[in-house]
């Protein structure tokens, strides 16, 4: 049974960093390109930064130069390292496969107080 643990969200004063970690069992997470999302109060999940495999990572416009993605195969782990937070960066986050995505996490909540 595939299962997506994140954790590592918190509150942060703007302009701070956390560091997300996502775990994947019940897949093969080192064939899979890997994504993060958020979702903000009442509106949509959207993608923030996906991975590939052979390393190559693509970041939506709102967090590029802010926001890093890196994974470690070894642990079946997916992180986001963020950096400058902002108050519009408040959502729970989730990570998922891109490709044929699987259940959902619970996420894991970040807050960016300003």
């Known amino acids: 049974q595939v299962q997506l643990v994140e954790s590592g969200g918190g509150l942060v004063q703007a302009g701070g960093s956390l560091k997300l970690s996502c775990t994947a069992s019940?897949?093969?997470?080192?064939?899979?390109?890997m994504g993060w999302y958020r979702q903000a109060p009442g509106k949509q999940r959207e993608l923030v930064a996906r991975?590939?495999?052979?390393?190559?990572?693509i970041y939506a416009d709102s967090v590029k130069g802010r926001f890093t993605i890196s994974r470690a195969n070894a642990q079946s782990t997916v992180y986001l390292q963020m950096n400058s937070l902002k108050p519009e960066d408040t959502a729970v986050y989730y990570c998922?496969?891109?490709?044929?995505?699987?259940?959902w996490g619970q996420g894991t909540q970040v807050t960016v107080s300003s």
């Open positions: 019940g897949m093969l997470f080192s064939g899979s390109t």
């Open positions: 991975i590939y495999t052979d390393g190559t990572t």
């Open positions: 998922n496969k891109f490709f044929a995505p699987v259940r």
